[in-house]
């Protein structure tokens, strides 16, 4: 089956870069998501990836390798507000997204 | 403010009893979803749904059941039969199910077993 891996947690400082990873299995790629969720609240839509290169978004890009199934998002200048879990997510074959456990992100002041 | 609403926010079932989650979108949305999240593990998909009157089981789908009547509703029943229904229940919808159609998610409901 399809496995999407991502790290479980990752502490960082406010005002920092900080650069979450994640890998999946490369057939029948549709796609690659990114959402953020503040604990105990709904997933919010943060980047789409179909084609290799890097999305810029404000303090937010993600990045995607096809080739390597291989995506990042990259977090800058942290603020404390962005403590929350990242989620992963792959579009397959049949357009149903399969997704990671999610990066818990703690920001330190 | 279009959006898709979840409630209750908190619900308790009893051992032997069914519960029933609500959801209700504004979106004119033609898909939604019923997701299921676990410490620890991605969310999981319980059912789906593309189209009024049609729906497909996700890969969770047992001692579960839902019903489409209405373009907007998509209401979620724990049955009995679910031996293990504590979790984080999520609803979603989106415009269509191409790739790029990015999901709109509920508040969501924590079910706990009294």
């Known amino acids: 089956g399809q496995n999407i891996d991502q790290p479980t947690e990752m502490t960082a400082t406010e005002g920092a870069i900080v650069q979450i990873n994640c890998t999946y299995q490369?057939?029948?790629?549709?796609?690659l998501f990114w959402y953020q969720q503040h604990a105990g609240e709904a997933p919010t839509f943060l980047s789409y990836?179909?084609l290799d290169g890097l999305e810029e978004k404000g303090r937010f890009s993600s990045f995607l390798s096809r080739s390597k199934g291989y995506s990042y998002l990259l977090l800058k200048e942290l603020q404390m507000k962005d403590s929350a879990s990242y989620l992963c997510?792959?579009?397959?074959?049949?357009?149903?997204?399969?997704w990671g456990a999610g990066t818990k992100l703690i920001i330190k002041p | 403010d279009g959006g898709i609403t979840q409630s209750p926010k908190y619900l308790f079932r009893k051992e032997g009893q069914n519960v029933t989650l609500s959801c209700e979108q504004n979106?004119?949305?033609?898909?939604m979803y019923w997701y299921r999240q676990d410490p620890g593990q991605g969310l999981r998909l319980i059912y789906y749904?593309?189209?009024?009157?049609?729906?497909q089981k996700g890969d969770i789908a047992e001692g579960y059941s839902v019903s489409r009547e209405k373009k907007e509703s998509f209401p979620l029943t724990v049955t009995s039969a679910q031996k293990n229904p504590t979790a984080f229940y999520l609803c979603?919808?989106?415009?269509?199910?191409?790739?790029?159609?990015?999901?709109?998610f509920g508040s969501g409901t924590q079910l706990s077993v009294l």
């Open positions: 979603a919808s989106s415009l269509g199910q191409g790739g790029a159609e990015k999901l709109f």
């Open positions: 979106l004119n949305h033609d898909a």
């Open positions: 749904s593309q189209i009024v009157n049609d729906f």
């Open positions: 490369t057939s029948g790629f549709n796609g």
């Open positions: 990836n179909v």
């Open positions: 997510a792959e579009k397959d074959s049949n357009y149903q997204l399969i």
